[in-house]
């Protein structure tokens, strides 16, 4: 009865281990979950207002199916003030999240058999939804020495003739690292002379940590500007997931005609108050609540990379943004599956396999919880460690 792809599909390992992680606790066991990638932070007041505003004046039916006019001006005034980069009204489309953002644009570009280069550790999603269009991800291994990015020289060896699309996730999910203004011009220069597109992810733009800065790959040359798909939202950086709001800009404008059309045929505008709640977030109207939620972050980034490097057996590397640490357990294990299934059936610790971002022998521990919650997490990390080794 089903489909042969839909049939392939895998659902999305994060979902489920925060999702069992969730229903454990319902059932009253003594759970700690550092699996879920959301902000534990509520979405600004101003956000929350303006939405009820929107509702009480009636702002209630089918817009533009890539939003409103004043919405996308204001993702406009973003991507320039923000980062330099020029994008008109009509060079972008919000969607439902940037999950449906990444999802309309392997539709829209893929054809069966065409390559997608995937660095990895990468968010779960990427290699899952190039599959079910019919592509081919072809995966560049990453390791703690380089900080978990790919250097010029892994690039061009990647590249075949079938290369239609390099992801880029800076900061990454999952090991909070960013690439700088010279690796993201040495990316471009491999890229020139190729029609190879580079999907920039661009979703934890805001967790930035200490010295390090955020660049956007559009911005570095305009050759990159050209072949760039700039993909952001607000879930991460303004407490927005349950919102639904991403979005994605390109130069390329029969790109995004396109995906209107897809879009028009799959799920129209999203939701219209949504869209009216982005706008103050987009000015910078909430820029206060959100270096105070990055301020929080980078405090418990600094103590949880710590403590777990105190721990003997287990090392991770010094997160440079968003709010992850992705830990190497190579000394204990090599099966990121089975250490996660017997630390959460033993200590109650949820987090998540590094096997589903695609690196073995490492696990996703998200920060985004209070920090008496971490120190007991990372306790009964530690205890469980130990048993192991002894
Ligand atoms: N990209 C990355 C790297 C993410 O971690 C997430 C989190 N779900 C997304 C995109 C999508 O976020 P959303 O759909 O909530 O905008
Ligand atoms: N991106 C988040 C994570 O990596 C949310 C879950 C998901 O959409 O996969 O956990």
């Known amino acids: 009865m089903l489909s042969k792809r839909i049939q392939t599909l895998s659902p999305s390992l994060t979902i489920a281990i925060s999702s069992l992680a969730r229903d454990l606790k ?135 003739p079938r290369t239609k699309v390099l992801i880029l996730n800076s900061p990454s999910n999952p090991t909070g690292s960013i690439y700088s203004r010279e690796e993201l011009l040495e990316i471009g220069e491999v890229l020139k002379g190729t029609d190879i597109l580079v999907a920039s992810d661009e979703m934890y733009e805001k967790l930035i940590f200490g010295d390090n800065q955020f660049v956007a790959a559009a911005s570095v040359s305009e050759d990159m500007f050209q072949r760039t798909i700039t993909i952001n939202g607000l879930s991460k950086s303004v407490a927005m997931t349950g919102w639904r709001f991403g979005y994605l800009a390109s130069p390329k404008e029969e790109l995004i005609s396109v995906m209107n059309k897809l879009q028009s045929q799959s799920t129209s505008n999203i939701n219209s108050i949504t869209q009216k709640a982005a706008i103050p977030a987009l000015n910078g109207e909430v820029d206060d609540e959100i270096e105070s939620m990055r301020q929080a972050f980078e405090a418990r980034s600094k103590e949880a990379y710590e403590l777990f490097n105190a721990i003997n057996g287990l090392s991770v590397i010094k997160p440079q ?38 690196s073995e022998g490492y696990f996703r521990f998200s920060y985004a919880t209070d920090i008496v919650t971490i120190r007991e997490g990372v306790r009964r990390i530690e205890k469980f460690v130990k048993k192991l080794q002894s």
């Open 321 to 358: 943004g968003a709010f992850y640490l992705f830990v190497n357990i190579k000394d204990i294990s090599n099966d990121s599956i089975q250490f996660c299934k017997d630390l959460l059936s033993e200590t109650g610790v949820a987090v998540v396999p590094g096997i589903g971002f695609g």
């Open 26 to 160: 319902a059932q009253g066991k003594d759970i700690l979950s550092f699996s879920a990638g959301e902000p534990d932070f509520g979405t600004p007041r101003l956000i929350k207002d303006e939405a009820i505003k929107a509702i009480n004046e009636g702002f209630t039916q089918y817009t533009a199916v890539p939003g409103i006019p004043e919405l996308l001006e204001s993702i406009s005034g973003k991507l320039k003030r923000e980062n330099g980069l020029d994008y008109a009204p009509n060079q972008i489309i919000v969607s439902n999240g940037a999950k449906h953002s990444l999802f309309n644009l392997f539709q829209a570009l893929i054809n069966e058999g065409d390559e997608v280069i995937i660095p990895a550790p990468y968010w779960v999603t990427y290699p899952e939804q190039v599959k079910y269009c019919g592509g081919v991800s072809v995966v560049i291994e990453t390791n703690d020495i380089n900080d978990f990015k790919i250097t010029a020289e892994q690039l061009r060896a990647a590249i075949t």
